[in-house]
């Protein structure tokens, strides 16, 4: 069974500042990769996937993540951070297989001060 | 894209009620279901797992009798906890794929917020 590590409980950042967010998963077959946001009493927004092909993955709100095979790893970037980004960030994994559900990672607290 | 539309949103039942909870894929086949739970402060865990047809596969400590899962279509799954008490509060959401279209990932609801009073 698939795995997700997120090592970082709580992250602030000051406004304008980048960011990573640091994703560990554990998956014996190749692994669909995903990160999602979720603000307080709100749903997921998915904020971008890795199935295949490049390694550096861009996604919406100017977020990207890369796929490093070797480190087990996908950790979420954002060169400026904005106030509004401020949220709670969830890694993934799933596979191809049909029947496979997402695994998610704890999260990770983005706080944002001035 | 894919969506799925996840009724109601909001509810709030009395100790000992029961509460039924929509999912469906508006534009797709969802041959596969999975529910999920949340905690305040906690992350999504998994409840179960359904194919259109078939029964629910439920991960442990998930208790099948209490939370009935139904998915006898391919464009309708529902969620119903049954006898629920104040420790079933909690944000459901589900989430679903259709197995011939995987790599376009896994499709959620918006999540339905119960509160057992």
């Known amino acids: 069974a698939q795995s997700v590590t997120q090592p970082d409980i709580h992250i602030t950042v000051s406004e304008g500042a980048s960011l990573e967010l640091r994703c560990n998963y554990s998956?014996?077959?190749?692994?669909?990769l995903f990160w999602y946001v979720q603000s307080p009493g709100q749903g997921l927004q998915l904020l971008l996937k890795?199935?295949?092909?490049?390694?550096l993955v861009q996604g919406i709100k100017g977020f990207e993540a890369e796929f490093k095979r070797s480190q087990s790893s996908f950790n979420l970037r954002k060169p400026s951070v904005h106030w509004s980004d401020a949220a709670e960030y969830f890694c993934?994994?799933?596979?191809?297989?049909?029947?496979?559900?997402?695994?998610f990672g704890k999260g990770t607290r983005l706080s944002v001060i001035a | 894209g894919a969506v799925v539309s996840q009724h109601p949103s909001r509810v709030i039942c009395k100790s000992g009620t029961s509460v039924k909870i929509e999912c469906r894929s508006l534009?797709?086949?969802?041959?596969?279901m999975f529910w999920y739970r949340q905690f305040p402060k906690q992350s999504l865990m998994l409840m179960a797992t359904?194919?259109?047809?078939?029964?629910?596969?439920?991960e442990q400590g998930v208790e099948k009798d209490k939370f009935l899962i139904n998915h006898a279509s391919l464009t309708l799954s529902t969620l119903t906890v049954t006898s629920a008490h104040p420790e079933d509060s909690s944000f459901y959401i589900c989430?679903?794929?259709?197995?011939?279209?995987?790599?376009?990932?896994?499709?959620f609801g918006s999540g339905t917020r119960l509160t057992v009073v």
């Open positions: 359904s194919n259109e047809g078939s029964k629910a596969t439920y």
């Open positions: 993934a994994v799933g596979a191809n297989s049909g029947n496979t559900p997402l695994v």
């Open positions: 989430s679903a794929r259709e197995v011939r279209r995987t790599r376009y990932g896994y499709t």
């Open positions: 534009d797709f086949q969802a041959t596969t």
């Open positions: 890795y199935f295949s092909g490049d390694t």
């Open positions: 998956y014996g077959a190749t692994p669909y």
